[in-house]
Structures are given as structure tokens and as C-alpha cells.
């Protein structure tokens, strides 16, 4: 039996719809709004994070970019970090009106939730 040299594993399908490549088929549609459309919370949490408060930001309906260029900003005025996780941001440390008045000059509805 001889060996086959330079195929992957990727050649051997059973079925495939679309042509070759159907990634885009499979990728879902974010419908991006603009940000006085877009109803945001804004809380701070400790749920889950070793008793770590960070504040989250959710209800966002937008692109990747623009969520990573939103948390860029976020992190800068507020001095700390954060991250994307889940079409939420998360901040370091207990943020929530300086966030919320960060939001509001962006466009953003925006509202505290929780305690």
C-alpha cells in the first residue's frame, strides 16, 4: 500500500455544499446599529471572579473593531484595564458612573443595572 504524501485531512470530505469554501456561510451576521439605538447596561459584578470587581457593558449590537476600539478608549480614561468577552466589555475595578458619563458623550443609551 503506498503512502499519499501532500494531502491533509482537509481533501478528505464527505459532503460540501457552496463550492469549496463555505466559511462565510456559516459566519453570523452582526447587525452593526448605531449607538443612540443601542440600549447599553452598565454594572459592577464580582460574580465569578474571585471576588475581583469589574464593571460590565453589555447590549452592545456592533462589529468586533468597533467593541475593541470602544474598550481601547474605556481603559484609557478610566486607568485600568479590561478586555472583550462575549459581545461584553469588562473593566477593571468599580467604574460605573464614570463609564456611564464616558458613554453618554459617545451617543450611547446607557443605564446602570444592579446594585
Given amino acids: 500500500m503506498a503512502s499519499e504524501k501532500g494531502k491533509s485531512s ?7 455544499e457552496f463550492g469549496q469554501d463555505n466559511s462565510a456561510a456559516l459566519e453570523r451576521a452582526i447587525q452593526e446599529l448605531p449607538p443612540q439605538k443601542q440600549n447599553l447596561r452598565v454594572q459592577a459584578t464580582r460574580a465569578g471572579r474571585k471576588g475581583k470587581t469589574v464593571t460590565v457593558i453589555n447590549g452592545f449590537q456592533t462589529k468586533s473593531e468597533t467593541l475593541q476600539a470602544l474598550l481601547k478608549q474605556l481603559k484609557t480614561q478610566c486607568g485600568t484595564g479590561g478586555t472583550v468577552k462575549d459581545n461584553e466589555i469588562e473593566i477593571q475595578g468599580d467604574h ?17 443595572s444592579g446594585g
Fill in 10 to 16: 482537509s481533501d478528505h470530505f464527505v459532503y460540501r
Fill in 96 to 112: 460605573k458612573q464614570k463609564i456611564l458619563e464616558i458613554l453618554t458623550k459617545l451617543g450611547y443609551k446607557a443605564k446602570i
